[in-house]
């Protein structure tokens, strides 16, 4: 893929005025009625369904791909499939390849009717389906009725689809200033106005106030209900009732309840929790929430976009902290003579191309004149090279960035591939459409496909495919 001689080619473009989504070589469009595979040397239609009525339309998808080595109950498990999660509450699990509806649960009976988000707990192994926040509408506010449950999660086990339980977020337990929760990796996520984030024990919440068990599609009777679990109109038992805070594991404060946990030792990373630190970062030891040496991490940048931060995905335990032109891979390591205390050192870093730019504050015009700018470029000026999307294939160990350069009305970006390990420049390619940075993009690496993802003004939506084309003569000449 890294050979001179191996270009990346636009073999296809298609424009839709709804969304497009992207899952492992299968483009999804027309709230996911149309499937394209991005396989093939040209993409090609899977299936095209007929058109949904608003009732049926899809709120989130989640792709469930087969474990390895596990016996299965049904033939089709052993396939990929797409959980969906529609307006009206069903939980539909499709086949990724005809689109056919494998199973289908409903999950809102009389407690809720609002589910609108899906997310692993655990990856293709626990699932989470959250409801949107419970707001009471406004006569009823006027009336002094009171509204203590702030979310409904439903938990799930994927192949076989099963109900582990449903549980609420009530402010009578965790507070009334709590504006959203999560849950990742056996850990419950509670975030509040005022910054303020907390963690609890997800899976001891599940085993300590777990009233009842139920299976999908067993009868019950429950609360004065019977019916059929998961079935219509019935839906799921919220048979997970919190009646105490459970032991709390951490907390911080940060700005916009910006937390994230990774790095070996254990460490975390906020920002202080005022306006004025925007753009700075703390990175702290879970252990004690002592600050690592170096562990305040500012670029200053003078941008219209923030810089970011986070824990890189290939578990190495470093850090990747992305600015407008500078790119920075940080690692953990012992202070020496001082096994106890962490520093942070730069790794590599990667820096935007921006030879050519010439930012003088004062200009001499042709006929001698002085001219001084009132204003400095931003970092993240248009016309200067800026970094857009940082993201990491982990079947190649590639490093992948995205630059972009204001061209007059144009916008030219180009995807780059680097070295995990050293952070060296192994290819450049050009993408041939124009990148407006108005408007939000993606952009897949996939193997041997690059997928490019732009919305356009008035919701208009495109997908650019480039395939790898290799010449081999040329590689055998060489």
Known sequence: ????????????????????????????????????????????????????????????????????????????????????????????????????????????????????????????????????????????????????????????????????????????????????????????????????????????????????????????NWNGQVGSVGKYPFGLPCNIKITDTPPLLFEASSLENAFQI????????????????????????????????????????????????????????RIIHVGPNLIKVLKLKEVKNHADQMEIAEDFTIVANRENCVNNNVTVTASGRVVKKRFALLDDDPEQETFKIVDYEDELDLLSTVAVTQIGADGRAHLDFHCNEHGSLLKSIPLKESWDVTYSHEVYFDKDLVLHIEQKPNRRFSCHVYQMVCDTARDDDS
Not at 167 to 172: A, C, P, R, V
Not at 262 to 290: E, R
Not at 299 to 311: A, T, V
Request: net charge positive; hydrophobic share 40%; glycine share 6%.
């Open 1 to 220: 893929m890294c050979q001179e001689s191996t270009k990346f080619k636009n073999v296809w473009t298609t424009h839709s005025a709804s969304p497009i989504a992207y899952e492992r070589g299968r483009i999804y469009m027309d709230n996911y009625q149309c499937c394209i595979t991005s396989i093939a040397q040209q993409p090609r239609l899977i299936y095209q369904k007929s058109k949904c009525a608003k009732s049926e339309k899809i709120e989130d998808a989640l792709l469930l791909e087969c474990p390895l080595g596990e016996m299965l109950p049904s033939p089709s498990d052993y396939k990929a499939s797409l959980i969906v999660l529609t307006v009206q509450n069903w939980l539909l699990r499709l086949s990724a390849d005809s689109g056919e509806v494998l199973e289908k649960v409903y999950l809102a009976g009389s407690c809720c009717k609002f589910f609108r988000y899906l997310s692993w707990d655990t990856p293709q192994e626990v699932m989470i389906v959250k409801s949107a926040q419970n707001k009471l509408p406004a006569a009823a506010r006027q009336a002094g009725i009171q509204q203590s449950v702030l979310f409904y999660l439903a938990v799930f086990q994927v192949l076989p689809l099963s109900f582990i339980g449903m549980l609420e977020i009530n402010k009578k337990i965790f507070g009334s200033s709590v504006t959203d929760v999560a849950v990742s990796n056996g850990i419950l996520i509670v975030m509040y106005s005022m910054g303020l984030v907390r963690l609890y024990n997800f899976k001891a919440i599940l085993e300590q106030f777990m009233e009842q068990p139920f299976a999908l599609g067993q009868e019950f």
């Open 262 to 317: 990774g790095g070996y030792p254990w460490h975390y990373i906020i920002t202080p929790n005022k306006k004025k630190h925007k753009g700075v970062f703390h990175i702290c030891s879970l252990k004690d929430n002592a600050l690592a040496k170096n562990g305040i991490q500012d670029m200053k940048c003078c941008s219209l976009e923030p810089d970011w931060i986070y824990f890189h995905p290939d578990m190495s335990g």
